[in-house]
Each structure stands twice: as structure tokens, then as C-alpha cells.
């Protein structure tokens, strides 16, 4: 699946509150969607709701932030089934990019976390 380990990485509670939501659509009307972000009360996981429509089935889904003293692991959350479509890796790395951009070092990836997004048609952008 599609992640990211930052280390060190910056407080979850910070990235929550530069969190930046974004949506796009596509001219192929593909539409991938980052909402809701929810911290946990302990601030050690934030969740992100997300939404992408390609092919098929729309995909709802959560991204997961976690983090274990100075390492945070930005991934989809394990538990709900979602396809490893271009939409799912876009969103995942879109935010991994905003979580580099708030201060967190990056560990590794499986992520190009400097590619240039598309241009969004509609909607909000990065």
C-alpha cells in the first residue's frame, strides 16, 4: 500500500491544525478528494477522510497518520479494503507532501512525493 515514514516528524497536532483539505476534478472525471481531517484525543493518530472516483465504484476511505515518539507513518488505514488505483496513490501522496511541508524529514517511501500534481478543473487545489 501506498506510505510514507517521517522522522523526525512534527507534532500530529500541528499537521491537523495546516492540514489543508483539497479536491479535483478531472477532465477524464476522475475526482480524488482529501476532507475531514479528526485528531484522536491522545494526538498520537489523525484521520483523514478521503474519497476517489475513477473506474468503478467510487472509493471511501480513511488516510492515517501515525505517530510512535518521533516517527510518523502517513498510510491507508488497514482496515478498510481500497484499491491501490492512481486516485488512492495521488491522494496518499498529497498529503504526504503537506505533511513534509509542515517539517517532518522524510525516512522512506514507496511515494513520488516530487511530482507536480495535475491542475485541478474545479473544485479547491493544494
Given at each position: 500500500?501506498p506510505h510514507?515514514?517521517?522522522?523526525?516528524?512534527?507534532?500530529?497536532?500541528?499537521?491537523?491544525?495546516?492540514?489543508?483539505?483539497?479536491?479535483?476534478?478531472?477532465?477524464?472525471?476522475?475526482?480524488?478528494?482529501?476532507?475531514?481531517?479528526?485528531?484522536?484525543?491522545?494526538?498520537?493518530?489523525?484521520?483523514?477522510?478521503?474519497?476517489?472516483?475513477?473506474?468503478g465504484?467510487?472509493?471511501?476511505?480513511?488516510?492515517?497518520?501515525?505517530?510512535?515518539?518521533?516517527?510518523?507513518?502517513?498510510?491507508?488505514?488497514?482496515?478498510?479494503?481500497?484499491?491501490?488505483?492512481?486516485?488512492?496513490?495521488?491522494?496518499?501522496?498529497?498529503?504526504?507532501?503537506?505533511?513534509?511541508?509542515?517539517?517532518?524529514?522524510?525516512?522512506?517511501?514507496?511515494?513520488?512525493?516530487?511530482?507536480?500534481?495535475?491542475?485541478?478543473?474545479?473544485?479547491?487545489?493544494?
Open positions: 500500500m510514507a515514514v517521517f522522522e523526525p516528524a512534527p507534532p500530529l497536532e500541528h499537521f491537523w491544525r495546516v492540514f489543508s483539505p483539497f479536491k479535483e476534478v478531472r477532465p477524464d472525471r476522475t475526482i480524488i478528494e482529501a476532507r475531514s481531517s479528526y485528531l484522536r484525543h491522545d494526538r498520537g493518530s489523525l484521520i483523514i477522510e478521503a474519497f476517489a472516483f475513477e473506474v465504484p467510487p472509493q471511501h476511505f480513511f488516510v492515517i497518520c501515525d505517530q510512535r515518539g518521533s516517527r510518523v507513518t502517513v498510510r491507508c488505514a488497514p482496515l478498510v479494503p481500497v484499491s491501490r488505483s492512481d486516485g488512492v496513490l495521488e491522494i496518499v501522496r498529497r498529503i504526504a507532501v503537506q505533511f513534509r511541508e509542515a517539517g517532518g524529514t522524510l525516512l522512506r517511501t514507496n511515494l513520488d512525493l516530487d511530482a507536480l500534481p495535475a491542475p485541478a478543473l474545479e473544485g479547491g487545489g493544494e
